[in-house]
C-alpha cells in the first residue's frame, strides 16, 4: 500500500503562485507513475500534468508554460509548482500514483485526499 498526503493549497490572488507537494509514503519504492488531477465544482476530475519515473511529464492544454510538476525520488515527494494562476485554475487538486506507466485516470492505483485550491480575481 501507499499512502499521498498533499499540502500546499490555499487562496490566491489571480496571476500569484502556489506549490503543491504530496508525499508518498508506504510502499513508494513501487511507484512509477505520478500526477496531479484536478476537479473543479460541477466539473469531471481532469489530469492537470503527470511524472514518470523516468522523468517523462505531460501538462494539460490549459496549463502548459504555468505548471511545473517535478519529483525528488529520494523524499518519494512530487511537486506541482503552479504560476500565473487564473481563477479558472479553482478546484480541488488531488495527488495520484501508479505501479506502471498508465496515461488514464482509472489506471492510478493510490489517490490522496485532496487540497483546495481557489484563484480569486
Known amino acids: 500500500q501507499v499512502q499521498l498526503v498533499e499540502s500546499g493549497g490555499g487562496l490566491v490572488q489571480a496571476g500569484g503562485s502556489l506549490r503543491l507537494s504530496c508525499a508518498a509514503s508506504?510502499?513508494?519504492?513501487?511507484?512509477?507513475?505520478m500526477a496531479w488531477f484536478r476537479q473543479a465544482p460541477g466539473k469531471d476530475r481532469e489530469v492537470v500534468a503527470r511524472?514518470?519515473?523516468?522523468?517523462?511529464?505531460y501538462y494539460a492544454n490549459s496549463v502548459k508554460g504555468r505548471f511545473t510538476i517535478s519529483r525528488d525520488n529520494a523524499k518519494n515527494t512530487v511537486y506541482l509548482q503552479m504560476n500565473s494562476l487564473k481563477p479558472e485554475d479553482t478546484g480541488v487538486y488531488y495527488c495520484?500514483?501508479?505501479?506502471?506507466?498508465?496515461?488514464?485516470?482509472?489506471?492510478?492505483?493510490?489517490w490522496g485526499q485532496g487540497t483546495q485550491v481557489t484563484v480569486s480575481s
Open positions: 511524472i514518470w519515473s523516468s522523468g517523462g511529464t
Open positions: 508506504g510502499r513508494s519504492s513501487s511507484v512509477y507513475t
Open positions: 495520484a500514483a501508479a505501479r506502471g506507466p498508465v496515461t488514464r485516470s482509472s489506471e492510478y492505483d493510490y
